[in-house]
């Protein structure tokens, strides 16, 4: 049985990252890894924390089309690399990562069978709490943050699932049934493989 | 929020009735009610057990499109009111009914928002040995029995999800992660509600 590629987003405070990671914990779920161009910090190890990647090497495969997305921030590149989803996916692994609007818009393009799913917070009330709770934004950069977060809420029709972090726990319980279910949902070749596997088996020997 | 029409399909001596009763005991999920011509037996209920009609009123219900379906079974007529079901599922509560196949293909073209779940045995093999235990068949019966759960089977890839029930508490699990993700989807209508819930905050006064 195949493995899922689930994708997270939301708005910035919402809480993905603590999910996400909680989920890896908690159950069999892997975090996606990403490659990059930008240097290795201490500890850092290739191939868990990231693919590390030079510039030629990204570039390269770019052109190959061996990236389902990537983006550019501050001249550092990140990518999601295709064969490395494609290998998991297909040794049945489930694999999770947190992703903007944009990105994840391309993922559903590329990759159609991923599973979208998009955190929100209780309301844009609590989630201006949270921001103001951290004590690093001025009340205009607050501002712009939740009005940037109703706009991304807009993309929601996008998504295939919605789950409200209210909780950390009763969100990731939450992410544990969509899983769960995802594993139990029907497509033309499960069906294909389940009646096979009952066909194969005589009757009349087992009367 | 609406709630779901949950519709249970399998082979006989699957388990459909078990697993269902189950998971009407430990949650809100509501077993359907039928409408029927037969006679009420000592202590069973009407609205409760089933709606007891008699047969000039269940004509004029099929006649006026008020089952989502029914069937003739010796004479006697069962059916599934759809007003009920509309009112049941508006009002928030999930319900469940257990149908064989060619009922449940009725139920998804009338009400194509229905989960159709299809509960397997775990083998043909298993199969013929809970028939066997009863005790009650001969071994002709047993191999006709089989050979007709093969064929409903084949039905499956009309299904939404399927469930393989070699332990009853493990099925119940699967159903309610099922029941929960659905909880969790994302269509146009509860798209649209979320963007206006959280469009009605105001940034500005929140910052």
């Given at each position: 049985m195949e493995g899922l590629l689930l994708v997270v987003s939301g708005p910035?405070?919402?809480g993905k990252g603590t999910v996400c990671r909680q989920l890896v914990n908690e159950t069999d779920v892997e975090l996606s890894v990403s490659a990059t161009t930008r240097e290795p910090r201490p500890g850092e190890v290739d191939g868990v924390d990231y693919f590390f990647m030079t510039e030629e090497e990204f570039v390269k495969t770019i052109e190959e089309d061996g990236f389902i997305e990537h983006v550019e921030n501050f001249g550092r590149r990140y990518g999601t690399p295709l064969s490395y989803v494609k290998s998991k996916i297909s040794s049945g692994r489930d694999i999770i990562l947190e992703i903007d609007v944009q990105g994840a818009a391309i993922i559903k393009e590329k990759f159609p069978e991923c599973i979208l799913i998009f955190l929100l917070p209780p309301s844009i009330e609590e989630l201006g709490a949270r921001i103001r709770r951290?004590?690093?934004?001025t009340k205009e950069k607050i501002a712009q943050r939740l009005s940037k977060a109703q706009q991304e809420i807009?993309?929601?029709?996008?998504?295939?699932y919605y789950i409200v972090n209210n909780e950390v726990e009763q969100a990731v319980e939450d992410m544990k049934s969509i899983i769960k279910a995802e594993h139990h949902k029907l497509c033309k070749n499960v069906s294909d493989q389940i009646i096979n596997s009952f066909k194969e088996e005589k009757t009349d020997a087992l009367s």
């Open positions: 910035s405070a919402t951290r004590g690093t934004e807009e993309c929601i029709v996008n998504y295939d």
